[in-house]
């Protein structure tokens, strides 16, 4: 149980363009979900907590109009990466929340995004 | 506020030796805590877990015991494998039930046959 899905897996996009990663909690509902951003050899960095039915909540110093996020639906959350450039080269993740006790988060398997 | 501190890597062992990672934090109240590991090119998964004082988290082989007095939640493992190879993540909760973690930075652990 408590499998979560990212598409897709690797993406190459060209400098200006934007792009959609999408992740879905495969059997359980996720009323949280949580972008994360990871860079070589180093820990990860929140972006962002995006909950069903309402705004996702930016950490600091994250653009919400270059990384938007979409709660539609209480198993999907989209992260649309508008206009990207090279420095916005990662490896995203993304991470569902149970909302059972405990506060665990169960992870997609990732997006790895290169922008040429 | 709330933060999290792991021993800096990499960590290189030989096969059956003993690991142990260690972990710190610093956090307002009572927060669960958490193990995950990264195999490469991967997400996390989550290894263990305890969500009070002397909660013994387990899995795989791995323990950890949530030590209120000593904040800390280090990670053992009697006898490592070449599969154990990745990168271990210790994670507090975050104070306030926002249902966010704190990832300290991370231990590489290589096992060498």
């Known amino acids: 149980g408590a499998v979560v899905s990212q598409h897709p897996s690797r993406v190459i996009c060209k400098s200006g363009t934007s792009v959609k990663i999408e992740c879905r909690s495969l059997?359980?509902?996720?009323?949280?979900m949580f972008w994360y951003r990871q860079f070589p050899k180093q820990s990860l960095m929140l972006m962002a907590t995006?909950?069903?039915?309402?705004?996702?909540?930016?950490e600091q110093g994250v653009e919400k109009d270059k990384f938007l996020i979409n709660h539609a639906s209480l198993t999907l959350s989209t992260l649309t990466v508008t206009s990207a450039h090279p420095e916005d080269s990662s490896f995203y993740i993304c991470?569902?929340?149970?909302?059972?006790?405990?506060?665990?988060?169960?992870f997609g398997p990732g997006t790895r995004l290169t922008v040429t | 506020g709330d933060s999290v501190t792991q021993m800096e890597g990499p960590v290189t062992l030989s096969e059956e030796a003993f690991l142990t990672i260690n972990c710190t934090y610093t956090?307002?109240?009572?927060?669960?805590l958490f193990w995950y590991v990264q195999y490469p090119g991967e997400g996390l998964q989550l290894l263990l877990k305890?969500?009070?004082?002397?909660d013994k988290g387990s899995n795989k082989g791995f323990e950890a015991t949530y030590r209120k007095e000593t904040t800390s939640f280090h990670l053992e493992k009697g006898s490592v494998q070449v599969s154990d190879s990745a990168v271990y993540f210790c994670?507090?909760?975050?104070?306030?039930?926002?249902?966010?973690?704190?990832f300290g930075q991370g231990t590489t652990l290589q096992v060498k046959p």
């Open positions: 991470s569902a929340n149970t909302g059972t006790g405990g506060n665990e988060q169960y």
């Open positions: 059997d359980f509902q996720a009323t949280t």
């Open positions: 995006s909950n069903e039915g309402s705004k996702a909540t930016y």
């Open positions: 956090a307002t109240g009572y927060p669960s």
């Open positions: 305890a969500t009070k004082a002397d």
């Open positions: 994670a507090p909760s975050v104070s306030g039930n926002t249902g966010k973690l704190i």
